[in-house]
């Protein structure tokens, strides 16, 4: 058997076993859905990437989500539909206009979540600068900031020391703050590009230089947002405490 | 000089030189003197030299004499009569006896009156007579009746305001010669502690001395609970501890079991050995208050055999019992929005404390190593018995109970159940693991839920608009503006809800009530519930049947001039509900006062709501007294002013502690009347009957203070009564007869100067 065939059976395996999840028949409204920002520039640098962070979301947690991510303009109403709003691209992107910043801001003010990735490496340059003036733009009172190791972003659900992504441009994400929670991070590593997995189970990209690890890194840190974005700070609940310093120690 | 009708005399000068005038003359009269002295210092023989300094000094003053024309001045005076004040203690301390078996110390008082009345009315002579009794205040009294007894019922013994009043008091202007006291020396005003300095300057102030006649001499067998030291409002669930003081005499080695009781319930208890020598105990009594609310609470000691007073073995107080924060415990059956928005809002609100459980993994998922993890196993034990005991409200959010069979989860239900009907809150939120869904139906929490739950009617999946019901139009939950129209309005203007778990609206009767309903879902031919209250026991429940009500918040918020406040005011005015929170309860009852002597009426303060929340003007109102057996003892009636607010005043019938309910029209029609409670205590003793003591000591202080004279009764008779002197007033005619114009004293002048200059002459000092 060839390798193609074979990943083309293991995967069809692998939907059977997703199977008897989605008939718990949980309502498609009720199942958590990623919006992914349109703009001017490559939006969409990897098709397959939501799509595979959703199916690995709901393997991995009890979290219920629904198959693909849904593209959004941000200017369009609906918009609030989707709390959890993930920015890509790759290269420089044209700027937003106002009234889709406008709607942006809203958004991020009420509760709203919005993940930045960046899948082009750059730094200071290309996707980087656009990204950086759009969040500058964005949020003005709200610095891009490093995100702290002890944040509960990186326990909100796996115990994260590292980060991931296709390549490690930094070792750390960055994000803005709203009343006290993170409302934006974002990632220069292309997390994406780890999560890209083709129709017949393979992965897209290499990821340099940590290899599987950091793929594995990658999914965890796409699990540890969504579950931020969907129970904030929880983790840091005094009731946890003790297991945490436990496992970490 | 004593004719004419004049009484005294007294010496004037009638010269018309001003007086700097005659001071320079007398300066003159002596520089004459010391010129003569200064003259004669050359003369050997002394006889002449004091010879001749006499004549020149008899001279000198024989001038100044005429010159200051001096005159006897005739006075007709008269002498006041200043007053005596006799003053009789009539505080209720005077019904105890002399000595213990021995008459009451009132009679001994009358007894002593009747002896002494004459000899007292002798002292009218030096001074006029003022009968007064005292206690708490003073009062003139008639001596006929005191010799016969005063009742003595004050509740408050004042000596040193009384003999304030009669020393400042009279309209003639007269001065307090003398005060006759005559009393036990329980004072519990401003001499409670003694003779402190500054009592003393005050007594001294008076200018009389006050005779004490001391009544009662051996202090009574009695056990009181003097003081007690609590707050005025505690924090439900945490440790009070309340400190009653004892005050025993006569005591010898016997416990005394000394309870707190709250309304009849003994809550805290401790027992003390009175010994015998030892007067005052602190006996600390701890509890936590279980609910919140008003309660008069009771700390009672025991009554002995053969004690003087009984009343004074127990005192009441009133206590707040408040919440610190309200703690709700919130879990959730997965990560979702409405689970993320629900936490946001309570973790944002600084009353609430949140104790949050969310399910972030279930048995089908598979996460990697644990301990790669930072999740913690499912505290069931943890949530559903110690957390669940202390909160004030539990939510469960899309939390399903079956897949947590093997934490012994099914054990717990009855248990939440109870909670609520002992007084919890309970909210339940939709989802596919709630209600019918969750497998909710016939399980004992849908016994106190507000929704018929019945499992397997489903979900309604498609867009509905929820619509108040008239009972939610005036809801506290669901008002979310000022009126039914804005609440209406308000509700309309909200985005449509995807998803409604399907249940029914209990029947009549159940105490349940349906707020929101989904008009285009029905089920068995009524629109499904969306929002529905319960009262349910002495707790609440609370079912919201979408797990969609975030749409009411961040949905909202999208479009132009929207914003979360809906969702915001639904949920904090659906936690204040639950936990009865008491700024929600359309009517209110304030006494005046949280303590009133016995005798004494309770004034009470009624606010009345309309359903708009407005001020219920004219609304008739009623209210009851209810002791601690449960029997109402006092009612009223009355009607609320303009401003909502009815005053009505009720006589408790004798000591203890009472509730105080109000009851208002009914909120809706149809609906039960609304009712607000609070509590009062009827003091079961005032000071006087707390300590029975007599105080013989400080009346002869006071006495010696003032100089003053001091006896005690039984056996002593009146003594002495020193007076302070009478001023002496001039009230008539004056004559001033003049005495220098007599011929005599000019001649001495000329004779002294005659011979002056004959002795000069002789003697030869040209």
């Not at chain 2, 050359?42 to 200051?68: D, H, K, N, Q, T």
């Amino acid at each position: 058997m060839r390798r193609r065939t074979f990943l083309r059976w293991a995967s069809l395996g692998a939907g059977a076993l997703a199977l008897p999840r989605a008939a718990r028949a949980l309502p498609e409204t009720s199942r958590l859905t990623i919006g992914q920002l349109q703009h001017g520039g490559r939006w969409n640098p990897r098709p397959t990437a939501l799509r595979r962070l959703l199916w690995e979301l709901a393997a991995r947690t009890s979290i219920e989500t629904a198959p693909d991510g849904v593209a959004l303009r941000a200017g369009r109403p609906g918009l609030h539909r989707f709390p959890f709003l993930y920015l890509a691209g790759d290269g420089p992107l044209p700027p937003f206009t106002e009234p889709e910043r406008v709607a942006l801001r809203r958004h991020l003010q009420y509760g709203g979540f919005l993940l930045v990735d960046s899948a082009d490496g750059s730094d200071g340059a290309g996707f980087d600068a656009s990204a950086r003036r759009e969040l500058a733009a964005l949020l003005p009172g709200s610095p891009v900031l490093r995100i702290a190791r002890e944040h509960v972003l990186y326990k909100s659900f796996y115990l994260l020391d590292h980060q991931g992504g296709r390549v490690l441009v930094k070792p750390w994400l960055e994000g803005q703050v709203v009343d006290g929670r993170l409302a934006v991070v974002y990632s220069q590593n292309d997390l994406g590009g780890a999560w890209a997995r083709g129709a017949l189970g393979d992965w897209e990209y290499e990821c340099t230089p940590g290899g599987e690890a950091q793929r594995e890194t990658a999914f965890r840190l796409g699990v540890n947002a969504a579950m931020y974005a969907l129970c904030t700070d929880y983790k840091d609940d005094a009731v946890h405490l003790p297991f945490i310093l436990k496992r970490r120690s | 000089m004593g004719g004419g009708g004049f009484n005294a005399w007294r010496l004037a000068a009638l010269s018309p030189w001003p007086r700097w005038a005659l001071g320079l003359l007398a300066l003159a009269a002596l520089a004459a003197v010391l010129l003569a002295w200064r003259g004669l210092r050359g003369e050997p023989r002394p006889g002449r030299r004091a010879a001749l300094l006499a004549l020149r000094a008899l001279s000198a003053a024989a001038a100044l004499f005429l010159l200051a024309e001096p005159a006897v001045q005739l006075l007709q005076t008269a002498r006041v009569k200043n007053r005596l004040a006799i003053l009789v203690d009539t505080s209720r301390s005077m019904r105890f006896p002399v000595e213990p078996g021995g008459p009451s110390r009132a009679e001994a008082a009358a007894a002593f009156l009747r002896a002494h009345r004459a000899a007292l009315e002798a002292l009218g002579d030096r001074a006029t007579l003022e009968w007064h009794t005292f206690d708490r205040d003073v009062a003139p009294a008639d001596p006929a009746a005191l010799a016969r007894g005063a009742e003595p019922r004050g509740g408050r013994t004042d000596l040193l305001s009384a003999l304030r009043a009669v020393g400042a008091g009279s309209a003639s202007g007269r001065r307090l010669a003398g005060a006759v006291v005559i009393s036990d020396g329980a004072d519990n005003a401003a001499l409670a502690d003694g003779l402190t300095p500054a009592a003393r300057a005050a007594l001294r102030e008076l200018h009389a001395p006050v005779t004490a006649v001391a009544v009662g001499r051996d202090a009574p067998k009695d056990l009181a609970v003097e003081r007690v030291a609590v707050d005025d409002f505690a924090f439900v669930r945490n440790t009070l501890t309340v400190e009653a003081t004892l005050h025993a005499r006569g005591f010898d080695g016997e416990p005394a079991q000394v309870t707190l009781r709250r309304e009849g319930q003994v809550v805290a208890s401790a027992t003390v050995r009175l010994e015998a020598g030892k007067e005052r105990y602190v006996v600390p009594l701890s509890f936590a208050p279980d609910t919140t609310g008003t309660f008069v609470f009771t700390v009672q000691a025991p009554v002995f055999p053969g004690e003087a007073v009984v009343e004074n073995n127990a005192r009441s107080f009133v206590l707040r019992v408040i919440r610190d924060r309200v703690r709700v415990l919130l879990v959730a059956g997965r990560p979702s929005w409405d689970e993320r928005f629900l936490r946001g809002l309570l973790k944002q609100d600084p009353n609430v404390d949140l104790i949050s459980f969310f399910i972030l993994r279930t048995a089908n998922d598979r996460s990697g190593p644990q301990d790669e993890l930072s999740l913690i196993p499912f505290p069931v034990n943890e949530i559903f018995g110690d957390q669940l005991r202390i909160s004030d409200a539990v939510i469960f959010d899309d939390f399903g109970w079956e897949p947590y069979r093997s934490f012994g989860m099914e054990a717990y239900l009855p248990r939440i159940r109870d909670y609520v009907r002992a007084g919890g809150a309970f909210a339940m939120v939709g989802g596919e693991q709630s209600f019918g869904e969750g497998r909710y139906g016939g399980t004992p929490l849908a016994d106190v839920l507000p929704v018929e739950v019945v499992d397997g009617l489903g979900m309604a999946e498609e867009e509905f608009r929820p619509r108040l019901t008239p009972e939610g139009r005036r809801h506290p939950v669901t008002g979310l503006a000022g009126g039914e129209a804005q609440s209406d309005a308000a509700w309309a203007a909200l985005p449509p809800l995807p998803l409604l778990n399907r249940t029914r609206a209990l029947p009549p009767g159940s105490g349940a009530q349906v707020l929101l309903e989904a008009p285009s879902v029905p089920v068995m031919g009524r629109p499904a519930p969306v929002v529905a209250v319960r009262e349910v026991g002495a707790g609440r429940t609370l079912a919201v049947t979408t797990d969609s009500s975030w749409f009411w918040g961040f949905l909202a918020a999208e479009k132009e001039g929207g914003n979360a406040r809906a969702y915001q005011r639904f949920w904090s005015n659906a936690l204040r509900w639950l936990v009865r929170d008491p700024s929600l309860t359309p009517i209110q009852v304030s006494p005046d006062r949280p303590a009133v002597e016995p005798g004494e009426a309770v004034g009470l303060s009624i606010q009345a709501r309309g359903a708009d929340w407005g001020p219920a003007a004219g609304a008739p109102v009623t209210a009851e007294l209810v002791g601690e057996d449960g029997k109402v003892v006092a009612r009223g009636q009355a009607a609320a002013g303009a401003d909502g607010v009815a005053r009505l005043s009720l006589l408790p019938p004798g000591p203890g502690a009472y509730r105080v309910v109000a009851t208002g029209p009914p909120a809706a029609p149809g609906a039960p009347p609304e009712q607000a409670s609070s509590a009062v205590a009827v003091r079961a003793s005032g000071p006087e009957d707390a300590d029975a003591a007599p105080r013989p000591e400080l009346l002869r202080a006071v006495a010696e203070a003032t100089g003053g004279a001091f006896t005690a009764l039984p056996s002593g008779g009146l003594p002495d009564v020193p007076l302070a002197d009478p001023e002496v007033v001039e009230v008539g005619r004056r004559k001033d007869v003049p005495i220098w114009d007599r011929a005599g004293f000019l001649l001495l002048l000329a004779a002294s100067l005659a011979g002056e200059w004959i002795l000069r002459r002789r003697w030869g000092y040209g």
